[in-house]
């Protein structure tokens, strides 16, 4: 059993910068993939970033490129969000994610929006302008 344990949400004006953190415990050491995804109101959910957690490869949504970071330290098994430059459209719930070791990238997971085996709670991102 995984948990994973979002904190660093908050409110924050446009242009600005937050960083979430993602705690997890637990059985750990069969994770493959650590990955952030995000809700808003209305809207389906979407993948914003994943990484590898034996190599640190990274894929980042197209939305996110060049604005957010995603990275790790398994030292200490935590995954972290850097969002810089955030606009009101990154408003919504961030929810960490883990997957377990399977045929598929990571990246192929983040993008077909399924396959997590472990989910926190959530953490609330609210950009104003």
């Known amino acids: 059993q995984v948990q994973l344990v979002e904190s660093g949400g908050g409110s924050v004006q446009a242009g600005g910068s937050l960083r979430l953190s993602c705690a997890a415990s637990?059985?750990?050491?069969?994770?493959?993939?650590m990955a952030w995804f995000r809700q808003a109101p209305g809207k389906e959910r979407e993948g914003v970033a994943t990484?590898?957690?034996?190599?640190?490869?990274?894929f980042h949504a197209t939305s996110v490129k060049g604005r957010f970071t995603i990275s790790q330290d398994n030292s200490k098994h935590t995954l972290y969000l850097q969002m810089n430059s955030l606009k009101p459209e990154d408003t919504g719930m961030y929810y960490c994610a883990a997957r377990r070791a399977s045929g598929r990238s990571c990246g192929a997971s983040l993008i077909s929006g399924d396959g997590m085996d472990y989910w926190g709670k959530g953490a609330l991102v609210t950009v104003s302008s």
């Open positions: 637990g059985t750990t050491f069969n994770i493959a993939c």
């Open positions: 990484i590898n957690r034996d190599t640190g490869a990274e």
